[in-house]
């Protein structure tokens, strides 16, 4: 079965950076994208960054300029660089795999991590 693992979090001053790592266990097929979604304290959980397969990525606007999603394909790591952090950046930080059910279809599948808890304070 597929898991995926966050690691990084942790307790920062606002300002300061964290590096948000996701480590993919087995095989994943057919990826469509990777993303870093969060939930804030008494708040549903939102999608902060995404990268599609071709490499094209997208950021929520509150972290825009600030926050970088990249991909190792070769050792199966997304990870999620977090600069200039500001209080409202607290939450659990999850990671997200989103692929093909299998070849050609239009079914897909979302994988998740267990989150790692950012907190960021003022």
């Known amino acids: 079965q597929v898991q995926l693992v966050e690691s990084g979090g942790g307790v920062v001053q606002a300002g300061g950076s964290l590096r948000l790592s996701c480590a993919a266990f087995?095989?994943?097929?057919?990826?469509?994208?990777v993303g870093w979604y969060r939930r804030a304290p008494g708040r549903e959980r939102e999608w902060v960054a995404i990268?599609?397969?071709?490499?094209?990525?997208n950021y929520a606007d509150s972290v825009k300029g600030r926050f970088s999603i990249s991909r190792d394909y070769a050792g199966n790591m997304v990870y999620l660089q977090m600069n200039s952090l500001k209080p409202d950046d607290t939450g659990v930080y999850y990671c997200?795999?989103?692929?093909?059910?299998?070849?050609?279809?239009?079914?897909?599948?979302?994988?998740w991590g267990q989150g790692t808890q950012v907190t960021v304070s003022s």
């Open positions: 997200n795999y989103n692929a093909r059910t299998r070849a050609f279809s239009t079914q897909r599948v979302d994988y």
């Open positions: 990268q599609a397969s071709g490499g094209a990525t």
């Open positions: 087995g095989n994943i097929n057919g990826i469509t994208a």
